[in-house]
């Protein structure tokens, strides 16, 4: 019966990851770190490169790993941005962190051929189709972030 209920529990859960959309958050997700996405290189006239600019907060989860939402400075117009894992269900091609306008959407930025547990700190691909750039994007851990 307690493995039933499990199951149960798990099912919802399961659907929102399939489907690409985050399940609510637990209370020790709430305190993990966010991230700042800056740049090394000359690129930050680039539409691309500054929209991946900034801060990231920590915005649930998506195939068993954290993911987050770029914060939206006030009096600013933007669109959303995620930072989140895509797992291999689709495709080698499609594994790896991504930065899109939603989690598993078609709109993307940036993508990352790694399996690490956290955002990679470089090598990231801008567009995601081309080559890594050296420099393009650097990710840093910002710890005591709070969830948007």
């Not at 019966?1 to 399939?18: D, F, G, I, S, T």
């Not at 959309?21 to 966010?34: I, L, M, T």
């Not at 797992?87 to 930065?99: C, H, K």
């Amino acid at each position: 019966q307690q493995q039933q209920q499990q199951q149960q529990q798990q099912q919802p859960q399961q659907a929102q990851l399939q489907a690409g959309e985050a399940p609510a958050a637990s209370v020790a997700d709430a305190n993990a770190p966010g991230y700042v996405v800056t740049t090394s290189g000359n690129d930050t006239d680039e539409v691309v490169i500054r929209t991946l600019l900034g801060e990231y907060r920590f915005a649930g989860t998506n195939h068993g790993k954290h993911m987050y939402k770029k914060a939206i400075k006030a009096g600013t117009t933007t669109v959303d941005v995620f930072l989140y894992y895509w797992d291999a269900r689709d495709g080698p091609t499609f594994e790896g962190w991504w930065f899109g306008n939603k989690v598993g959407g078609s709109e993307v930025w940036a993508h990352c051929q790694s399996h690490s547990g956290s955002p990679p700190t470089t090598k990231w691909k801008v567009p995601w189709d081309e080559d890594v750039k050296p420099g393009v994007l650097a990710i840093t851990m910002k710890a005591g972030s709070a969830t948007p």
